[in-house]
């Protein structure tokens, strides 16, 4: 029996946990499946082509491994598990229910039914198209409407959650919004506006080009498009992590948030910032200005100040936690943290990795620098520090109290966990620092390089350690997938009164005192949009008025 | 944590530590002088990259020149123009000869899908987007080889996708 300081929580009904457990249970399985090609990839890479022996069950092309890994991977691991985490977030900090739980209902099978629609193409063998499917190489109409409808399904998803919003701030007229609700919140409403990017090259060019409607499409608008969406998605599938480790993860570091204020200003920085920077994608794109080039990349160096902010306030959090633990001096605080918490290992492994992959950004947002890696492999080296590390090993570290607490049951085989999230770490180290410099000597990425002619000998030594790092990392989301399939098939639960409880930090100064600024829609708002007018506006307009749907599809 | 907290505060203020205050500041000097520095090696010293250079119809541009020519040509004093068709699973031309010291314009399109266009050990690093014509220049004072990869997906025999540019020693032909 522990006592509690009064601080109301909300407890999840029956209905809410089976909802947000259904949205784990299709994260888990893509990321199971979607793994499993990723070391494909890279024992390819090192010479051993694997997918020659899988040819009998389908999997017989590098690039349909490819496209499975990225799309089930990035996009539907991803997507599922945000969903169903600020679903979460967003009923337990408002300590409310869902206002229309019917709409989410209707958010998440449309989802599921466009996962469905999207990777029957995909394992056929219709839509290697990798998953920026940049036109003209062509996929079936069903990759494009499946995608379609799983963004459409996580919109609806967001709109439930701010009819929630809605009716708890008429509730409450007065209240600061709770943090982890308020961070949800911000992800979504960036994520409605950041996805029109790919509705619009969807609806005008993907969809009617693979159905026969029109003769072809406009490549380059159509990467225009895309990249409007690209790059926020980038902190859509980031915001929850910070979410987690702003307001949960001190509490289970036995800590408070450090800075409520500097933590809502991160926030609504990253809605202001981060959908005007998609050209920092496109710098060796003809067919779009230096100029134009220039001012986005400005402004990319503009969306790493909140995230050098969260830096700051989440190693502050941390090191005040530490210190309620007796750990001491400028460094050696780290070690009292409680290192034994699988959920706690990840989420801190997970930290000191984005560091790394936080310079590597500013390095791929410097215009000309740009040149000597774009489309190198150190690309995909920078962003498994960032989606598959920040994100996923942070997300398998939430997982680890959260399926627990959903299920009544405790976690099977911690100290397997935690080897689990060490596994991924390390494997992740040996695995992306050999990508980032096979980029720097040149070598190309999405390739399979286990056939190319051009390959130099320098590159073997490195394109081996990518397969050994693949190999630990196979190895890792293995443990972590039965861990996570046995906690929630065993028989035994926890006993009543010791269940898992939902981690969330206080703020060291009452959220009430922070300025009502901080807390007010319509002035973010307004500027989100404006800024998205002016940093796009002039050449948008110029590619769409220009635009000649003149490229007729290929495949792949 | 400043001693300021133990007076009680009642209105809602904009709070910040001190510490914080200091990374605030740190952050938004750092991160300006990457993008001064950035600017001062693409705008004074020109280190630049492709912007928008021409656009083509994919269909035809094959059939029209200087595109119906690929390959070398010589503007005299140095300096020379090359253009280069990309197409699943091929670049054409191959082979590109230029002699030491010279400065080259390339000129890159595609008659089908998105390809790239990597010119190994040098700053040459372009999208090739059917419609478009991508655009940089180098200057080769060492002779030796430079394969030129295709660095985008391109379809299933992508991983074939090279050239070679030459740059021959003494004079050239």
Redesign the interface.
């Known amino acids: 029996m522990t006592t509690l300081k009064p601080q109301p929580t909300y407890e999840l009904t029956k209905e809410d946990k089976r909802f947000v457990g259904l949205h784990l249970v299709v994260a888990i399985f893509a990321l199971s499946v979607g793994s499993l090609f990723g070391p494909l990839q890279a024992f390819e890479w090192a010479g051993f082509d694997l997918y020659q022996y899988l040819e009998p069950i389908g999997l017989d092309d590098y690039y349909k491994g490819l496209t499975a890994h990225g799309v089930l991977n990035a996009l539907v691991w991803t997507t599922f598990f945000i969903t169903g985490f600020l679903t979460l977030t967003t009923i337990v900090g408002l300590r409310r229910p869902l206002r229309y739980p019917k709409l989410n209902q209707l958010g998440f099978w449309m989802m599921v039914v466009g996962l469905v629609m999207a990777a029957i193409p995909i394992l056929a063998g219709w839509a290697s198209v990798l998953y920026t499917f940049y036109p003209p190489l062509e996929a079936s109409w069903s990759f494009y409407l499946g995608l379609t409808l799983v963004v459409v399904g996580s919109w609806i998803e967001g709109y439930g959650f701010f009819f929630t919003f809605i009716a708890w701030r008429k509730e409450n007229p007065d209240v600061r919004t709770p943090f982890i609700a308020f961070g949800g919140l911000i992800t979504m409403a960036m994520w409605q506006v950041a996805t029109l990017g790919i509705a619009v090259e969807i609806l005008t060019m993907l969809l009617p080009y693979s159905l026969g409607l029109t003769g072809g499409t406009d490549p380059e608008l159509g990467r225009t498009f895309f990249w409007f969406t690209g790059h926020p998605l980038v902190y859509f599938w980031l915001l929850p992590a910070y979410i987690s480790w702003y307001a949960m993860l001190p509490k289970q570091a036995g800590g408070k948030m450090f800075s409520d204020s500097l933590a809502r200003l991160a926030f609504w920085l990253f809605l202001l910032l981060s959908i005007p920077v998609g050209f920092h994608h496109q710098f060796v794109d003809p067919g779009i200005p230096t100029g134009w080039k220039a001012i986005h990349a400005s402004l990319t160096y503009g969306v790493a100040f909140p995230s050098m902010l969260t830096l700051f306030t989440v190693v502050a959090s941390l090191e005040y936690a530490a210190s309620r633990r007796g750990g001491k001096g400028l460094f050696g605080w780290i070690r009292a943290l409680p290192w034994g918490d699988p959920s706690v290992s990840a989420q801190l492994l997970a930290g000191i990795l984005f560091m790394f992959g936080g310079i590597g950004g500013i390095t791929n947002a410097s215009y000309n620098v740009n040149l000597v890696i774009h489309n190198t492999a150190w690309i995909p080296g920078h962003f498994h520090l960032t989606v598959a590390t920040a994100v996923t090993l942070s997300f398998m570290g939430i997982s680890y109290w959260l399926v627990p607490h959903l299920t009544g049951k405790p976690l099977w085989k911690p100290k397997w966990a935690l080897v689990q999230t060490w596994l991924w770490f390390v494997g992740m180290i040996i695995f992306s620092n050999a990508m980032h410099v096979l980029g720097l000597l040149g070598a190309p990425r999405r390739t399979a390089l286990g056939t190319a002619p051009y390959v130099p000998d320098e590159w073997n030594g490195h394109l081996l350690r990518v397969s050994i790092g693949g190999a630990i990392l196979l190895v890792s989301v293995i443990m972590y997938v039965v861990t996570m399939v046995r906690t929630a098939a065993q028989k035994e639960r926890v006993a009543v009164g010791e269940e898992v409880q939902i981690p969330i930090a206080e703020s060291l100064r009452d959220p009430q005192l922070t300025p009502l600024w901080l807390d007010t829609w319509k002035p973010w708002l307004i500027g989100t949009v404006l800024l998205i007018v002016l940093a796009y506006g002039p050449q948008l307009y110029e590619q769409i008025s220009n635009a000649s749907l003149s490229s007729p599809g290929f495949g792949p | 944590?400043s001693d300021q907290?133990l007076i009680p505060?009642?209105?809602?203020?904009?709070?910040?530590?001190n510490?914080?205050k200091k990374?605030?500041a740190f952050?938004?000097v750092l991160?300006?002088a990457?993008?001064a520095t950035?600017?001062i090696?693409?705008?004074a010293l020109g280190?630049?990259?492709?912007?928008?250079?021409s656009?083509v119809?994919?269909?035809t541009v094959a059939e029209t020149l200087p595109w119906s020519e690929p390959g070398v040509r010589d503007l005299g004093g140095g300096e020379y123009d090359v253009y280069i068709i990309s197409q699943?699973y091929l670049f054409t031309p191959r082979e590109i000869r230029v002699p030491a010291g010279s400065t080259v314009n390339f000129y890159v399109t595609s008659i089908?899908?998105?390809h790239?266009f990597?010119l190994?050990?040098t700053?040459?690093?372009?999208?090739?987007?059917?419609?478009?014509?991508?655009?940089l220049t180098a200057e080769f004072d060492d002779p030796g080889e430079y394969?030129y990869?295709?660095?985008?997906?391109?379809?299933?025999a992508?991983?074939?996708m090279?050239g070679s540019l030459i740059v021959e020693a003494g004079g050239g032909s």
């Open positions: 944590m907290q505060e009642e209105v809602p203020s904009f709070h910040a530590d510490y914080e990374w605030i952050s938004m991160l300006v990457f993008a950035v600017a090696a693409g705008f280190f630049q990259i492709p912007g928008d250079e656009r119809d994919p269909r699943q089908d899908v998105q790239g990597k190994q050990d700053n040459i690093n372009m999208q090739i987007v059917p419609g478009q014509v991508s655009k394969p990869i295709c660095h985008e997906y391109c379809g299933i992508h991983a074939a090279f």
